[in-house]
């Protein structure tokens, strides 16, 4: 039995719950049994979480893998491919090793990571139950298991932008594994991790760090952007610059390669944030329209910044725009209202702009693809603000308190919940900026990071598949 659950404290699911819950739950249980569980099950809920996972897997192959390969060079397109969609692979071979199990299970006194008692995942069949954010409400638990498989695949996989061209493939695929374990399973434990709706009274110290600390992260604001966005600047950095940058241009080799990933993206999205509610419900909807506000807002925000600043606006940055609305929505997606969302996406897109335009060439670090610039930044400026548009006073959904059962709506302090986002902020940017740093040092001195420069001048595709992504 899994009762693990991400936290979304929802006001408006109380209404939701009525509505999903069968009849006879109108006494409510508490502690069920697993017998108990099988009866309290949606298939409505258990259809929409399936959908979401595959659209979650759609945000990294083909969309990830076309918005990066679009913005690299000819000679090394077929790289990013590769290694987007081997960082896919090996990500999801190691969920179900003991991912899984150090995310999601209890860590006892430990509140940073979890144990090894689902390894191999051990004791997960279609039999067993996971929970959601109402009271008696569950999902099979290899529903919850696919669906957060596909956030552990997608995480390590935003990183490779940040020294795309440039780095070795062995390398890699060594650094994704070791990152997945040290870094992005205790940080989904530290956020996601508690003892679930109808267990949380009885066992009020069974929970990750920050969620006993009342952070809020929807859908991985900390956990998949600022997580993997440190990493990147990290890596950018040890790794080096790419050969001939800033002298030689650098230019994306396809821009609609680009566009058509970022679209993929979009739509994906969708799953990434309302899938993250667990249920179907009017939660949900609040999460898509927030998703579907806030990123046209973005793009918007970026294509008059573009105009203002250069009397053109980009295609390039119409689709940057996009994606840093989707960052800055995704932890206040079920929290925000849609025209605070709207607002959020206005306000991130100068601010991602900024550090893509202006800090970068300021410092001089080969971000290649700007993946501190817009995840990392966009993360931050959504997970901070996620404490003041979930304010009901804003038309936000506030957040349930519970450690009663049934669980009941909680007094909102904004000003508390900002102080807890930053807390979150700074806890998650240390934790993936030391431990990232640790494992390039480590791989850069035992196996190297780098191929050969006459290997990258040539391009990876070449050196290091054998492979042209074009035949001219």
């Known amino acids: 039995m899994s009762i693990s659950r991400k936290l979304c404290g929802v006001a408006g699911a ?6 999903a819950t069968p009849v006879w739950a109108q006494d409510m249980v508490k502690n069920p049994t697993v017998e108990q569980m099988a009866t309290m099950m949606n298939k ?11 659209l979650v897997l759609m945000m990294s192959i083909p969309g990830l893998a076309l918005f990066y390969g679009g913005l690299v060079r000819t000679k090394n397109m077929l790289s990013v491919l590769m290694q987007v969609f081997m960082i896919v692979s090996v990500a999801g071979i190691l969920w179900c090793l003991y991912g899984y199990s150090m995310a999601f299970t209890s860590g006892g006194d430990n509140h940073f990571f979890g144990g090894f008692s689902k390894a191999f995942l051990t004791g997960v069949t279609s039999g067993t139950y996971a929970a959601t954010f109402s009271n008696n409400l569950y999902l099979p638990e290899l529903v919850f298991v696919v669906f957060q498989m596909t956030f552990a695949m997608i995480t390590p996989a935003l990183i490779v932008g940040a020294f795309a061209e440039r780095i070795k493939f062995s390398a890699l695929i060594v650094f994704v594994i070791a990152w997945s374990t040290i870094v992005y399973y205790p940080i989904a434990h530290m956020v996601w991790y508690w003892a679930g709706p109808d ?9 990750g760090f920050l969620w006993g600390m009342g952070a809020l992260d929807f859908a991985g604001g900390t956990v998949v952007h600022i997580n993997a966005g440190v990493a990147g600047l990290i890596g950018c950095l040890m790794v080096g610059k ?15 390669m680009t566009m058509i990933g970022a679209s993929l993206l979009w739509v994906g999205w969708f799953g990434f944030n309302a899938g993250s509610n667990l249920e179907a419900n009017g939660v949900t909807a609040v999460a898509f329209i927030n998703t579907m506000v806030a990123t046209c807002a973005a793009a918007v925000s970026w294509a008059l910044i573009e105009q203002v600043h250069h009397g053109k606006a980009s295609m390039l940055g119409a689709a940057t725009g996009a994606v840093a609305g989707l960052v800055a929505i995704t932890p206040a997606s ?30 001089g670090y080969d971000d290649s693809l700007d993946v501190f610039g817009v995840h990392c930044i966009g993360g931050i400026v959504g997970a901070i603000a996620t404490g003041i548009v979930a304010d009901p006073a804003l038309g936000g959904q506030g957040f349930f308190d519970y450690t009663q059962f049934p669980a009941a709506v909680g007094v909102y302090d904004m000003g508390a919940q900002v102080i807890t986002q930053i807390k979150a902020v700074v806890v998650t940017i240390l934790w993936s900026g030391i431990g990232s740093a640790v494992l390039y040092f480590v791989i850069d001195k035992t196996i ?23 035949n001219m």
């Open 334 to 363: 079920g929290f925000a209202a849609p025209m605070t969302s709207i607002l959020l996406g206005f306000v991130v897109s100068p601010i991602c702009y900024l550090f893509v335009t202006k800090v970068k060439s300021m410092f």
């Open 199 to 207: 267990f949380l009274a009885d066992a009020p110290t069974d929970y």
């Open 14 to 19: 109380m209404a939701a719950l009525a509505a």
């Open 242 to 256: 790419r050969i001939g940058f800033p002298k030689e241009a650098m230019a994306p080799h396809s821009l609609t």
């Open 448 to 470: 190297g990071l780098r191929p050969s420069a006459d290997a990258e001048q040539q391009g990876l595709d070449l050196t290091s598949h054998g492979e042209r992504a074009y």
């Open 44 to 54: 409505g809920d258990i259809a929409w979480m399936l959908v979401s996972a595959a």
